[in-house]
């Protein structure tokens, strides 16, 4: 690992030279008649390289989306809808969340370009389409970097106060940039360790929770279903002295929970912006696709369930606009800790929070990098973006992002609880309009397979439930994106409003000014281009596979550990 970052670090030091002699490259591989950047992926020297392993892309993907939504904003959604609301709500968008990502599966395991879902967008649905969907992802990785890093500086004040929280948030910054320009695999390598450890984690917070749930703390206090049962649950009520009617405002408590748990699990998507760099995508994909309901049922599912045995909805230490200065406190379990007499281990949950928060916010700046990389390559956004270093990294676009990630000194003027909250609609809603996209655009997919006689079982991976899958999700996201702020409204409150809605003038803005400016049309199904760049991509991999078998059988403990 120490070699492998040296030599990035080496490499890199000409990372001007190659970018001039990658630029001319690049001219020459677009002078070719058949080059059609919406459909032709650049070569790896002169984009993205194929360095994520099996082991990394299956770690990324169970552990990459675990993050703030979880680990703190589950205890704004506990306090608004109750222990019920809240584990009903998490499963409920799980299901949503879940058939979103085997839609996502079906398309990168068939064609897994290095453009990113917006260029699946793009090839069957409508150009204008592909450019929104893809600038829509990059404005919400804009705001959610700056978030985690945001709460990150946060975690960090549970413990003192006595540093700006400023100069937390510099050194998060750069520590993060550095992991990104290594490289991918230097970026793979950190990732799996992140991840291992959060998942490791998570798993014991879970166990945790259950044994002090069964009694086995300081208090010898078996607290049961407890907080299940008046006055803390089953069902909270939530803007009762606006609404004046108990029932209305326990479903209201209930609704907001979902939009809570829609910021949760986004990110789980970053699956498809890593089939770019993953190897042998068409056998990694499906195998971590197959997986994420397993890991939504255990971690968002069992981890809410133990929140809501542990912790009674009205404590006033969680995250509900909190006027603790140092509100990373409010994280539900470092909450269960304290409340039962634990002095220690809850110095160590908030240790842990915090590399989540670092994870997830690494990984984020991966994904919005490589998304406005992916625009750049198709022409949709300066050709700068596209310029990639010796490692494969496009350093332009890291750089780009890295600097938005400074918005998070809005953190300086307000509260952390009121930057959390402002950022967790924006990314909501950004977050939202990605997931029907997504949906809609693999219902385009697959109306395309069956008007061009291709049958979906002959696919690497084939998504269950569908069509009704895709269409359950894109009807059900626009519903919780409509009400999304339902709350700004109660009384009107400007600043909510805009942070609830921006996201979709934007997203109509960016669709309809470029269909006009280019006079596109939508593609039609017998029209779609379900072939070109596919050929290169199996050769790539039938490479890949040769290389694989030269290497001999793999022993009992490599199985294994691929298995697992």
């Not at 002090?212 to 803007?239: C, V």
């Not at 300086?412 to 977050?431: E, M, N």
């Amino acid at each position: 690992m120490r070699d492998l970052i040296f030599i990035r670090i080496l490499s890199l030091l000409n990372m001007d030279t190659h970018s001039d002699d990658t630029e001319k490259k690049i001219d020459n591989f677009e002078a070719n008649k058949d080059f059609d950047p919406v459909l032709v992926d650049p070569s790896e020297e002169l984009g993205l390289h194929r360095g994520l392993k099996a082991r990394q892309i299956s770690m990324i993907t169970l552990g990459g989306s675990l993050g703030t939504g979880l680990i703190i904003g589950s205890g704004t959604a506990l306090v608004r809808g109750g222990p019920l609301g809240l584990w009903f709500g998490y499963s409920f968008m799980g299901l949503v969340c879940y058939f979103v990502m085997i839609s996502l599966g079906e398309m990168g395991a068939y064609l897994p370009h290095k453009k990113g879902f917006a260029g699946y967008a793009t090839r069957y649905v409508d150009p204008a389409f592909g450019f929104a969907l893809g600038w829509n992802y990059v404005f919400k990785y804009f705001i959610q970097t700056t978030n985690n890093v945001n709460a990150a500086g946060a975690v960090v004040q549970y413990w003192t106060l006595s540093v700006p929280i400023e100069a937390w948030m510099v050194i998060y910054i750069a520590l993060i940039f550095l992991i990104n320009l290594l490289g991918i695999r230097v970026f793979g390598e950190f990732e799996f360790w992140f991840c291992s450890i959060k998942v490791v984690a998570l798993v014991g917070l879970i166990l945790m929770g259950l044994i002090i749930d069964l009694g086995g703390n300081p208090q010898h206090d078996r607290i049961g279903f407890r907080y299940w049962k008046a006055p803390y649950g089953p069902l909270r009520e939530y803007l009762l002295a606006e609404v004046h009617d108990s029932r209305v405002a326990q479903f209201l408590g209930f609704w907001s929970n979902l939009t809570t748990a829609l910021f949760s699990y986004i990110g789980t998507e970053l699956i498809g912006v890593t089939v770019g760099e993953t190897e042998n995508p068409r056998r990694n994909v499906p195998r971590a696709i197959r997986r994420m309901f397993f890991r939504i049922l255990v971690f968002y599912v069992g981890g809410t369930f133990v929140i809501s045995l542990t912790v009674p909805s009205n404590s006033s230490a969680l995250f509900v606009a909190s006027k603790s200065p140092a509100g990373a406190a409010a994280s539900p379990f470092v909450v269960a800790t304290t409340i039962v007499g634990i002095k220690v281990l809850n110095h160590v949950i908030n240790a842990v929070v915090l590399i989540f928060v670092l994870s997830a916010s690494n990984s984020d700046l991966y994904i919005g990098s490589r998304t406005l990389y992916g625009l750049a390559v198709e022409r949709k956004a300066p050709r700068i973006f596209a310029k990639v270093n010796r490692a494969g990294v496009p350093w332009p676009s890291l750089i780009l992002n890295t600097l938005v990630c400074f918005l998070t000194f809005l953190n300086a003027t307000s509260s952390s609880s009121v930057a959390f909250g402002w950022f967790a609609s924006l990314i909501a809603s950004f977050g939202a309009i990605t997931w029907m996209c997504i949906s809609y655009t693999h219902i385009a997919f697959m109306r395309a397979l069956k008007v061009q006689g291709i049958d979906r079982n002959t696919l690497p991976y084939k998504a269950p439930f569908q069509p009704y899958a895709s269409w359950f999700a894109l009807i059900f996201t626009g519903i919780v994106l409509f009400f999304n702020g339902f709350s700004a409204f109660l009384p009107f409150v400007s600043s909510s409003f805009i942070t609830s809605y921006i996201a979709i003038p934007v997203f109509f803005s960016l669709w309809g000014g470029y269909k006009f400016y280019y006079r596109t049309s939508t593609i039609p199904a017998s029209e779609a281009d379900l072939i070109t760049g596919k050929r290169e991509i199996d050769e790539e991999e039938e490479r890949f596979l040769a290389r694989e078998k030269l290497k001999g059988p793999r022993s009992g403990w490599r199985r294994i550990w691929d298995a697992l």
